[in-house]
């Protein structure tokens, strides 16, 4: 399976700040996934981040909040923009397997806005 | 009609004994169905997953069970372990990488 790695692990940031969260897959992906989990609840889909093109958002995200970027195949950003403390939450990066389709996920990043 | 459904919330099991999870769903149109195992402080990790044309798929200690009329799909886990206390969510797709996660059990199993 692919070896996922997210950056930062977690952090604590005051409210009207941005926070990039970086994303690494060790291997050449075609999609890349965002996803929220909020304190104690499930998971949600942000967007699939597209490679040379604009990222395809859910409803109820929008790309100024949440701008994405993917530069390449391996690689992707998610920016939390303009933070409250509702989005307090672990960001999670997830692709799938190439011959399984199967969905794997990094260890997410945990942010805490103050 | 997107949502899945998973029961109970929590669960609480003394070690050697079975764990069932639930979950249901109405769209039709899903296709793939599979259990993530979450620890703290960590990424959702693939369990096991099963699709609609079995009834039954088992790895191990982990078994799916697949009821495709009654739209609902289960979780079982024998001789559990403590090791195994987690969270679990069940997902469901539709021919494509957007999973719809069901609202996750908290399982705890006792020494």
């Known amino acids: 399976s692919a070896v996922i790695s997210q950056k930062p692990s977690r952090d604590i940031c005051q409210r009207g700040t941005s926070l990039t969260i970086q994303c690494q897959v060790d291997s050449q992906v075609t999609m890349m996934f965002w996803y929220r989990q909020q304190p104690g609840q499930s998971l949600t889909l942000i967007a699939t981040?597209?490679?040379?093109?604009?990222?395809?958002?859910e409803s109820g995200f929008v790309i100024d909040k949440f701008p994405i970027s993917r530069p390449n195949l391996t690689f992707s950003t998610l920016t939390v923009s303009n933070m409250s403390p509702e989005d307090s939450s672990i960001y999670l990066c997830?692709?799938?397997?190439?011959?399984?389709?199967?969905?794997?996920f990094g260890e997410g990043s945990r942010l805490t806005v103050l | 009609q997107q949502q899945v459904k998973q029961s109970p919330q929590s669960l609480i099991v003394q070690k050697g004994g079975i764990s069932i999870i639930n979950c249901a769903y109405e769209n039709t149109a899903f296709d793939y169905f599979p259990w993530y195992q979450q620890f703290p402080g960590k990424g959702p990790a693939l369990l096991i997953a099963?699709?609609?044309?079995?009834s039954e798929k088992k790895e191990g200690r982990f078994t799916i069970s697949f009821n495709k009329s009654a739209k609902q799909f289960s979780l079982h886990i024998m001789d559990s372990q403590p090791g195994d206390s987690a969270t679990y969510f069940c997902?469901?797709?539709?021919?494509?990488?957007?999973?719809?996660f069901g609202t996750g059990t908290r399982l705890k199993v006792l020494a």
């Open positions: 997830s692709v799938p397997q190439p011959n399984t389709g199967e969905l794997f």
């Open positions: 099963i699709r609609p044309d079995v």
């Open positions: 981040a597209n490679q040379g093109s604009e990222a395809t958002y």
């Open positions: 997902a469901a797709s539709m021919r494509t990488y957007k999973y719809i």
